[in-house]
């Protein structure tokens, strides 16, 4: 069983920027792949960006150039650092964490909240 807790969010106004940070019960040495995926109010949970254990990083096309995904070994943490945050990047952040094998956790989630 792994535990992710998200922290983080808050209210924000458009093109200011935040840190989410996902805080893992378990070594992230042994987990594969981590990443945040968000949903916004009437609409389905989507990915935001990814990272494995070999460091490769993956965004979605709405956010590459203002989100960067990183982790931190010694406290089995990943972050979210978003820059320039827009009205649609509102919602409910949730961090993922996917074992070598194959389950997969979920955070409770954390909420952005991006005013215009």
């Known amino acids: 069983q792994v535990q992710l807790v998200e922290s983080g969010g808050g209210l924000v106004q458009a093109g200011g920027s935040l840190r989410l940070s996902c805080a893992a019960s378990?070594?992230?040495?042994?987990?594969?792949?981590m990443g945040w995926y968000r949903q916004a109010p009437g609409k389905q949970r989507e990915l935001v960006a990814t990272i494995t254990s070999g460091g490769t990083t993956n965004y979605a096309d709405s956010v590459k150039g203002r989100f960067t995904i990183s982790r931190e070994h010694a406290k089995n943490t990943v972050y979210l650092q978003m820059n320039n945050l827009k009205p649609e990047d509102t919602g409910v952040y949730y961090c993922n964490a996917v074992l070598s094998s194959g389950m997969d956790y979920w955070g409770k989630g954390t909420l952005v909240t991006v005013s215009s």
């Open positions: 378990e070594t992230i040495f042994r987990i594969n792949a």
